[in-house]
């Protein structure tokens, strides 16, 4: 985005800071090649001020050290360390409750999302005059058919029995308007689906395409077939936005209870006419079905029970261990105390 399209909004952004947040863990290799592009990024909008919230979730492989070093250097880097390993959007929660910044952009740090969509994305919601920006994929370079394919299906999913509408293949590159941040910290779910919970609050959002790049250095955190994915996608995303799961259960317990009704009259019929009645074949076929089907049904309601025995309990999304502020903002909270 070049610095003339953003003209037109020059004296408002003078007056505007913005806050980028990262979740991460063990990144030390792309955060060297994504602080640059982001400065470069950034500076260029001609904002008041701006800020970069790094979220550390325990990593061990010197990404603390390194931020740190950055930190001295320019003063503009935040890091945020939790105690011990909490999530990535446990962590994104974490990044915005520490973010001051009057718009809030939370991103994945391995540089798939480039940082030189940010002005693009800022010019966007200016000009639209909305809360959020979000961006859709046009095409996913270094990502597997079958990766894609089950994307696909999960989007699907979601559209099809969910309460909210995602927009299909938008993750979580999005531009936030203070009030949004604030409205999202309100919700104190212990499982945050980061995408639905923004789509959820509702508010102006609009559309920005954009191609995703494959990682720039490193393995992705999250196999399409890991436990962590799917386990996130039934708790996080399916159990919390939608009761389709529930209403299935019901049905196939009624279209189970009419055929059991139906068979049963049938086998008085046999008995008044004398017919030979099922052997212990059919009756033991029967027995498993249904306490299979009974199984199934069980287990989803476990999945809403423990649900919701995690938000009874109450514990913080996460425990921050110590935050890294630059040392004038240090100087300047001590002064104001």
Not at 57 to 72: A, I, P, T, V, Y
Request: proline fraction near 4%; glycine fraction near 8%; charged fraction near 25%.
């Amino acid at each position: 985005m070049s610095s003339a399209k953003l003209n037109p909004f020059a004296s408002v952004l003078r007056q505007l800071t913005l806050s980028v947040v990262f979740s991460f863990r063990n990144e030390a290799q792309n955060l060297e090649l994504l602080i640059p592009r982001l400065r470069e990024a950034c500076g260029g909008i001609g904002l008041k001020d701006f800020e970069f919230v790094f979220v550390n979730d325990c990593s061990n492989d010197g990404s603390l050290e390194f931020l740190l070093r950055e930190q001295k250097e320019k003063g503009d880097i935040v890091i945020v360390n939790t105690s011990r390993r909490f999530g990535v959007s446990e962590c994104v929660m974490a990044g915005l409750s520490e973010s001051r910044g009057d718009y809030v952009v939370y991103m994945d740090a391995d540089l798939q999302d480039p940082p030189e969509l940010i002005p693009e994305m800022m010019e966007m919601l200016l000009r639209e005059r909305a809360d959020v920006v979000y961006t859709t994929r046009r095409r996913r370079d270094g990502e597997t058919w079958i990766k894609l394919q089950i994307t696909k299906l999960g989007y699907w999913l979601l559209k099809a029995f969910s309460s909210i509408e995602v927009p299909y293949n938008s993750g979580d590159f999005k531009l936030l308007s203070r009030r949004v941040v604030n409205e999202v910290l309100r919700m104190k779910e212990q499982k945050p689906f980061m995408r639905g919970l923004v789509t959820w609050v509702g508010f102006k959002q609009v559309q920005l395409f954009y191609d995703r790049l494959p990682r720039a250095r490193g393995e992705t955190k999250f196999p399409v077939f890991s436990r962590k994915v799917i386990y996130n996608f039934i708790d996080s995303a399916l159990i919390s936005f939608s009761d389709a799961p529930l209403k299935a259960a019901l049905g196939m317990g009624i279209m189970i209870t009419g055929g059991a009704c139906l068979l049963f009259c049938w086998i008085i019929v046999q008995k008044l006419l004398g017919w030979a009645l099922p052997g212990w074949t059919a009756v033991m076929a029967t027995i498993l079905v249904l306490g299979g089907v009974q199984l199934f049904i069980i287990g989803i309601l476990g999945l809403y029970i423990h649900t919701i025995y995690l938000q009874v309990k109450g514990r913080p999304l996460f425990i921050v261990d110590r935050v890294y502020r630059p040392r004038a903002d240090v100087d300047q909270s001590q002064k104001n105390g």
